[in-house]
């Protein structure tokens, strides 16, 4: 009989819309020839109550806990006051905590997605796994040196989140028996902040699903294309930078050119930023079919931590991609062979320049990010190893 796992997740992981979704879910399909899942999931919505699970679900049961917005918001400000990391206050919940412990008897390890759930492992008997996908304390740093020294409300309340998210993260996984990340670089830094045994933290990396991904050599026309949600501050404040300090000077030299913006977005962002030549698509059936008119891929990244999956879809795609340095972190390949690393926005709008003009090197960059791909870039490939890592963990 399989081993059972309790996966709890802080968002409903349906549909697979955002980086964080995709990744637990693509965690969790790996595992049913091993293992029978049990998935407990706090949901902000009522129309995530009623979400209908697709077909081939690896999960065997699901239960679903409400969790309003308005008592998060409240969490959150009692968390300001009492010095709780808000990344955990947000999803505070007496009801999930009930249901974790009425779950928790039938199953024989606990798989925490993210620490905003790692809270509720405390009691669990059995072995415990914390997927904690990226080092999420970079993110704010990262976003407090990019703002300088000019003092803010949000500059203040990042920097109390820095620090209190660390010493969050930090405590709660040394409770865990694995903790997996998508990344040797974040995976360095928690080591180096945590001091936790490195046998105990591992890495699997992001991968492509080669058959919803295409590849599409013949590309023509001047249209860029941005991959991913806005309702992540990271992608906002790629896109918004992107328009305002690279897109205007590419442009100058080429009227033509136009950007795409494919993944949900707030109706303010795109009021604010939406006009004949910045196109916002929101959420798409097909990825593939929603680029297909499209040339470059554009990653201009400049806070966050983890794996951009954006850079693999473009690789895959057969979209040459522009990317930050930050973009390109836990990237296989090499600037200038599989992708092309620009550090400022004069970099950036002329390196793409360039590109719109040389079919033969975009053809060049496509393809070579194309084999790579291939080669190694499945999620069956990045992921064979995390059952085994399991079973070691069960007594």
Same mark, same amino acid.
């Given at each position: 009989?399989?081993?059972?796992?309790?996966?709890?997740?802080?968002?409903?992981?349906?549909?697979?819309?955002?980086?964080d979704?995709?990744?637990?879910?693509?965690?969790?399909?790996?595992?049913?020839?091993?293992?029978?899942?049990?998935?407990?999931?706090?949901?902000?919505?009522?129309?995530?109550?009623?979400?209908?699970?697709?077909e081939?679900?690896? &999960?065997?049961?699901?239960? /679903?806990?409400?969790?309003?917005k308005?008592?998060?918001?409240?969490?959150?400000?009692?968390?300001?006051?009492?010095?709780?990391?808000?990344?955990?206050?947000?999803?505070?919940?007496?009801?999930?905590?009930?249901?974790?412990?009425?779950?928790?008897?039938?199953?024989?390890?606990?798989?925490?997605?993210?620490?905003?759930?790692?809270?509720?492992? $405390?009691? &669990?008997?059995?072995?415990?796994?914390l997927?904690?996908?990226?080092?999420?304390?970079?993110?704010?740093?990262?976003?407090?040196?990019?703002?300088? $020294?000019?003092?803010?409300?949000?500059?203040?309340?990042?920097?109390?989140?820095q620090?209190?998210?660390?010493?969050?993260?930090?405590?709660?996984?040394?409770?865990?028996?694995?903790?997996?990340?998508?990344?040797?670089?974040?995976?360095?830094?928690?080591l180096?902040?945590?001091g936790?045994?490195?046998?105990?933290?591992?890495t699997?990396?992001?991968?492509?699903d080669?058959q919803?991904?295409?590849?599409?050599?013949?590309?023509?026309?001047?249209?860029?294309? &941005?991959?991913?949600?806005l $309702?992540?501050?990271?992608?906002a404040?790629?896109?918004?930078?992107f328009?305002?300090?690279?897109?205007?000077?590419?442009? /100058?030299?080429?009227?033509?050119? $136009?950007?795409?913006?494919?993944?949900?977005?707030?109706?303010?962002?795109?009021?604010?930023?939406?006009?004949?030549?910045?196109?916002?698509?929101?959420?798409?059936?097909?990825?593939? /079919?929603?680029?297909?008119?499209?040339?470059?891929?554009?990653?201009?990244?400049?806070?966050g931590?983890?794996?951009q999956?954006?850079?693999?879809?473009y690789?895959?795609?057969g979209?040459?991609?522009?990317?930050?340095?930050?973009?390109?972190?836990?990237?296989?390949?090499?600037?200038?062979?599989?992708f092309?690393?620009?550090?400022?926005?004069?970099?950036?709008?002329?390196?793409?320049?360039?590109?719109l003009?040389?079919?033969? /090197?975009?053809?060049?960059?496509?393809?070579?990010?194309?084999?790579?791909?291939?080669?190694?870039?499945?999620?069956?490939?990045?992921?064979?190893?995390?059952?085994?890592?399991?079973?070691?963990?069960?007594?």
């Open positions: 009989m399989p081993h059972r796992i309790l996966v709890l997740t802080p968002r409903f992981p349906f549909p697979l819309y955002g980086g979704v995709l990744r637990i879910y693509r965690l969790c399909e790996a595992l049913p020839h091993h293992f029978q899942l049990t998935l407990l999931s706090i949901c902000q919505t009522r129309a995530e109550m009623e979400t209908p699970l697709p081939g679900s690896p &999960f065997s049961e699901v239960h /679903r806990i409400y969790l309003p308005w008592r998060s918001y409240i969490n959150t400000l009692l968390a300001l006051v009492t010095g709780q990391s808000m990344q955990t206050a947000y999803y505070e919940s007496r009801e999930f905590a009930r249901a974790v412990s009425r779950l928790q008897g039938t199953h024989d390890l606990l798989l925490c997605h993210l620490a905003r759930t790692a809270p509720y492992a $405390k009691d &669990f008997k059995g072995p415990k796994a997927e904690l996908t990226d080092f999420i304390p970079l993110t704010y740093a990262r976003s407090n040196k990019l703002k300088g $020294k000019n003092l803010s409300m949000r500059r203040l309340i990042y920097t109390l989140e620090r209190r998210v660390e010493k969050a993260q930090n405590e709660l996984a040394r409770d865990f028996d694995l903790v997996t990340f998508v990344s040797e670089v974040d995976r360095a830094m928690f180096a902040s945590s936790m045994p490195e046998g105990k933290v591992v699997f990396s992001n991968g492509v080669l919803e991904r295409p590849f599409s050599e013949v590309r023509a026309g001047k249209t860029l294309v &941005f991959i991913g949600t $309702k992540a501050m990271p992608n404040d790629a896109v918004s930078h328009i305002v300090d690279v897109l205007p000077a590419i442009r /100058r030299h080429d009227p033509e050119v $136009k950007l795409r913006v494919i993944g949900a977005v707030d109706e303010k962002f795109k009021a604010r930023f939406e006009s004949p030549h910045v196109q916002f698509t929101g959420p798409v059936p097909d990825l593939a /079919r929603a680029a297909e008119d499209c040339v470059i891929g554009i990653c201009p990244v400049r806070i931590a983890g794996m999956n954006k850079m693999l879809d690789m895959a795609l979209l040459p991609a522009v990317t930050s340095r930050v973009g390109a972190e836990g990237l296989d390949g090499s600037d200038g062979s599989t092309v690393v620009a550090s400022t926005p004069e970099e950036f709008a002329d390196t793409i320049l360039s590109l003009q040389d079919e033969g /090197r975009r053809r060049e960059l496509a393809q070579s990010a194309r084999m790579m791909i291939e080669a190694n870039s499945s999620w069956s490939a990045r992921l064979a190893g995390l059952p085994g890592r399991l079973l070691d963990i069960l007594p």
